[in-house]
């Protein structure tokens, strides 16, 4: 992974994880600046994923970002509103970090 590719890469889960913040946060109290905020961040992160796409493909964008996105944002559930996950779904989210380390490995072939 190259240092632009990480770069766009975290900026866009950043983004997403403020938008998925934001539509908790709008679930909670229903204020519709929230929901707006929400769509905003959204419309933002995935005009960033098509630079992403247009570095990396667009397989690794979409899977890399998902997996960061599925861990990082399980943390702020459980940090900020205080969700937890079945032990079935802690499984899968450790598959998901063990498929994220297997797609960053090298190619080996040409894609």
Request: hydrophobic share 60%.
């Amino acid at each position: 992974m190259t240092a632009p590719y990480a770069f766009w890469l975290f900026l866009a889960t950043g983004i997403f994880l403020g938008g998925a913040t934001a539509s908790r946060a709008y679930v909670g109290n229903d204020k519709i600046l929230l929901l707006l905020l929400s769509l905003g961040l959204y419309m933002v992160g995935n005009l960033i994923m098509l630079k992403l796409m247009r570095i990396g493909g667009l397989g690794l964008a979409i899977s890399l970002s998902a997996v960061v996105q599925l861990v990082l944002i399980n943390l702020i559930a459980f940090g900020v509103f205080g969700e937890r996950l079945s032990l079935a779904q802690m499984a899968g989210v450790g598959l998901g970090i063990v498929a994220m380390g297997l797609m960053m490995l090298p190619a080996g072939g040409k894609a």
